[in-house]
């Protein structure tokens, strides 16, 4: 496993339809993050799992928003009923750390939403 | 909260020469991490370089400097002898050393464009 993978790479939808897109870590990493990207912005933080933990969330994480990571393997992102200010890239990274902060995230390709 | 400010959207530089991005963050604690990354288009993100704020020591790998400036509250990334390849979107981000999953902080970003 040579780096965190993410499906589908482009999704195009409807508004008011449900996605889900997919993360697999890097497999000895036991921490993986979620973060959006919107066109022109940094990355912004929308939730973080410790093994099958879901430790924090953000407060841009609607009711819409849920995220899984079952045995703290692979994790995954649903939308509920999306709207077009959803339309994003989706980010996911992983890490293998205990605590230290200094220990890099390694991101995968993220996932495009275009909510139509 | 912390914040990070890149105040410059866009960026250029020839082949070969140097150029310096900037960044400003504000925080309130003394021990925490800073970052760079590189996300040229359409490809995932990449550290560039990483700062560790209780070290003096400004860090260097290959090309690529930063110019940390504690008090100031700045972080600047040189990269000398410009390549066609570096021209991609750089991020500044900051991580607090507190707690063992804090989430990254990004900057906007700033887009580097390298001409020939």
């Known amino acids: 496993d040579t780096g965190v993978s993410q499906d589908p790479r482009h999704k195009i939808t409807k508004r008011g339809q449900n996605v889900t897109f997919r993360c697999d870590p890097i497999?000895?990493?036991?921490?993986l993050y979620w973060y959006r990207q919107t066109l022109g912005q940094g990355p912004e933080f929308l939730t973080y799992f410790q093994n099958e933990a879901q430790l924090e969330k953000s407060r841009l994480l609607s009711d819409r928003f849920s995220a899984e990571r079952p045995k703290g393997s692979f994790s995954t992102l649903e939308i509920q009923r999306t709207e077009q200010g959803d339309s994003a890239m989706y980010l996911c990274?992983?890490?293998?750390?205990?605590?230290?902060?200094?220990?890099?995230?390694?991101f995968g390709a993220g996932s495009r939403l275009t909510v139509l | 909260a912390q914040t990070v400010t890149q105040s410059q959207p866009e960026m250029s530089v020839q082949e070969a020469e140097t150029v310096t991005l900037s960044c400003t963050y504000d925080?309130?604690?003394?021990?925490?991490?800073l970052f760079w990354y590189k996300q040229p288009p359409s490809r995932q993100m990449i550290l560039v370089i990483r700062?560790?704020?209780?070290?003096?020591q400004n860090a260097t790998e290959n090309r690529f400097s930063v110019n940390f400036q504690k008090a100031a509250k700045s972080f600047s990334l040189k990269i000398s002898d410009s390549q066609l390849g570096d021209a991609a979107m750089y991020f500044c981000a900051y991580r607090s050393a507190m707690g063992a999953g804090t989430a990254l902080i990004f900057g906007k970003g700033t887009t580097l464009s390298v001409s020939s």
């Open positions: 700062q560790e704020a209780y070290k003096q």
């Open positions: 925080t309130s604690e003394s021990d925490y991490y």
């Open positions: 497999s000895e990493h036991n921490r």
């Open positions: 990274a992983s890490v293998r750390g205990q605590s230290s902060g200094a220990n890099v995230l390694t």
